[in-house]
Each structure stands twice: as structure tokens, then as C-alpha cells.
């Protein structure tokens, strides 16, 4: 199977800073990363589909102008929160797609806390 | 569309106990099933998953099977530990494609 990475696994940051989040597919190419986000206790909530060389899909609901997310290679996919507030702060996973194996790769998720 | 119904937690068992998490699902075809799990702050690991109908996938002494005439994907183990305790996740019929979650299964064991 695929190895995903996320970096950093955590992060504090400031109201109203910008917090890049990180998703690298390790050993092998993915033109479909996917973004996910989960509150505590909670279930994971799929933000966005990540493809590379073209714009995201943003789930209904999702801010497009908040979570910016850029998939500018084959195995790295970022998620910008920008002007972040405490709401903001969660569990962040990414996931790498590859139809080889038919199945999708988590990452080890970021957990993001906005003071 | 595709969609899963997974029961709900949480699951409070001793040790050695038996364990069987439901899941059912509604989809078009026969796709690929899968059970996640998640541990205390991870992400998301793939825990077995079974490709066609009578398919049983097994895993870390888990089992499912793909049920089709049931549309289920039950998740069993005969003899729990502590180091089970986490979250269960019964993905939605999919493979590649995007994923949409159930509300999972919180487990804790109890030495």
C-alpha cells in the first residue's frame, strides 16, 4: 500500500494567522488527494477533493476562500486555513486515492489548535 | 447514491469478550467494502476490507464478510483486548472515490 505523511502533526498558532498544513504521498504518484476534518468524538467529515493541476471540489458547506488548498505536484497536496479562529481548531486528515489498489491511504492526521 | 448505516456507540466490553459492530449499506453494484479504525489520536487505518459477495476479509483476529443478500458488512472478533479500544469505522461501498463517513463506533475494552 501507499505511505501518506502530514506535517506537522500539530500545530498552535494565533486568531487570525494562516496555517499551512501538509500532505505528501511518499511512494507514489496521486492525482487525488482528499481533505477531511474531525471534531472531537466525532466522525470524519469530508472537505474537499484535491486533484492535481486543476482546482479543488469543495464539499457543500465548505469555505472555499478559507480552506485553500493547492495540489500543485503529484505527491503533495496542501491545505491553507486562513485567518484562523478558534472554531477552526480540529483534527485534519488527509487521504491519498490510488485506483491501483483501489482503495484510499490516510494520512496521520494534523491536529490544529487556534488560541 | 452509495450509503452505510454502522451502529452506534459507544461499545463498552471486557476483556476476552465477543464483539460484533453492525453495518449495513445500500449501493449499486457489488463494490469494495472496508472497515477502518481509528486509534486514540491517529488517523485512520485501513482494518480489512473484502472486494466481492462472500468475500470474508480477516485481520488482527477481526473478521467481516460481505453479505450481499444481507447488504452487511458485520465486523466480528471472538476475543477482544484492551488494545482495541478505538474507533471503528464501516466505510460506504467505494474504492478509489471519495469516501463519506459514518458516525463510527467508539470501543473501549475493559482489562
Given at each position: 500500500g501507499a505511505v501518506v505523511s502530514q506535517h506537522p502533526s500539530w500545530v498552535i498558532c494565533k486568531s487570525g494567522t494562516s496555517v499551512k498544513i501538509e500532505c505528501r504521498s511518499l511512494d507514489f504518484q496521486a492525482t487525488t488527494m482528499f481533505w477531511y476534518r474531525q471534531f472531537p468524538k466525532q466522525s470524519l467529515m469530508l472537505m474537499a477533493t484535491s486533484n492535481e493541476g486543476s482546482k479543488a471540489t469543495y464539499e457543500q458547506g465548505v469555505e472555499k476562500d478559507k480552506f485553500l488548498i493547492n495540489?500543485?505536484?503529484?505527491?503533495l497536496s496542501t491545505l491553507t486555513v486562513t485567518s484562523?479562529?478558534?472554531?477552526?481548531s480540529s483534527f485534519y486528515i488527509c487521504s491519498v486515492s490510488l485506483q491501483l489498489y483501489n482503495e484510499q491511504f490516510f494520512g496521520p492526521g494534523t491536529r490544529l489548535t487556534v488560541l | 447514491g452509495n450509503s452505510v448505516t454502522q451502529m452506534e456507540g459507544p461499545v463498552t466490553l471486557s476483556e476476552e469478550a465477543f464483539l460484533t459492530i453492525n453495518c449495513t449499506y445500500t449501493a449499486t453494484g457489488y463494490p469494495s467494502l472496508f472497515w477502518y479504525v481509528q486509534y486514540p489520536g491517529e488517523g485512520l487505518q485501513l482494518l480489512l476490507k473484502a472486494t466481492k459477495a462472500d468475500d470474508k476479509g480477516s485481520n488482527k483476529g477481526f473478521e467481516a464478510t460481505y453479505r450481499k443478500e444481507t447488504t452487511s458488512f458485520h465486523l466480528e472478533k471472538g476475543s477482544v483486548q484492551v488494545s482495541d479500544s478505538a474507533v471503528y469505522f464501516c466505510a460506504p461501498?467505494?474504492?478509489?472515490q471519495k469516501l463519506v463517513f459514518g458516525q463510527g463506533t467508539r470501543l473501549t475494552i475493559n482489562p
Amino acid at each position: 500500500g501507499a505511505v501518506v505523511s502530514q506535517h506537522p502533526s500539530w500545530v498552535i498558532c494565533k486568531s487570525g494567522t494562516s496555517v499551512k498544513i501538509e500532505c505528501r504521498s511518499l511512494d507514489f504518484q496521486a492525482t487525488t488527494m482528499f481533505w477531511y476534518r474531525q471534531f472531537p468524538k466525532q466522525s470524519l467529515m469530508l472537505m474537499a477533493t484535491s486533484n492535481e493541476g486543476s482546482k479543488a471540489t469543495y464539499e457543500q458547506g465548505v469555505e472555499k476562500d478559507k480552506f485553500l488548498i493547492n495540489h500543485a505536484s503529484l505527491t503533495l497536496s496542501t491545505l491553507t486555513v486562513t485567518s484562523a479562529h478558534p472554531e477552526d481548531s480540529s483534527f485534519y486528515i488527509c487521504s491519498v486515492s490510488l485506483q491501483l489498489y483501489n482503495e484510499q491511504f490516510f494520512g496521520p492526521g494534523t491536529r490544529l489548535t487556534v488560541l | 447514491g452509495n450509503s452505510v448505516t454502522q451502529m452506534e456507540g459507544p461499545v463498552t466490553l471486557s476483556e476476552e469478550a465477543f464483539l460484533t459492530i453492525n453495518c449495513t449499506y445500500t449501493a449499486t453494484g457489488y463494490p469494495s467494502l472496508f472497515w477502518y479504525v481509528q486509534y486514540p489520536g491517529e488517523g485512520l487505518q485501513l482494518l480489512l476490507k473484502a472486494t466481492k459477495a462472500d468475500d470474508k476479509g480477516s485481520n488482527k483476529g477481526f473478521e467481516a464478510t460481505y453479505r450481499k443478500e444481507t447488504t452487511s458488512f458485520h465486523l466480528e472478533k471472538g476475543s477482544v483486548q484492551v488494545s482495541d479500544s478505538a474507533v471503528y469505522f464501516c466505510a460506504p461501498p467505494s474504492g478509489a472515490q471519495k469516501l463519506v463517513f459514518g458516525q463510527g463506533t467508539r470501543l473501549t475494552i475493559n482489562p
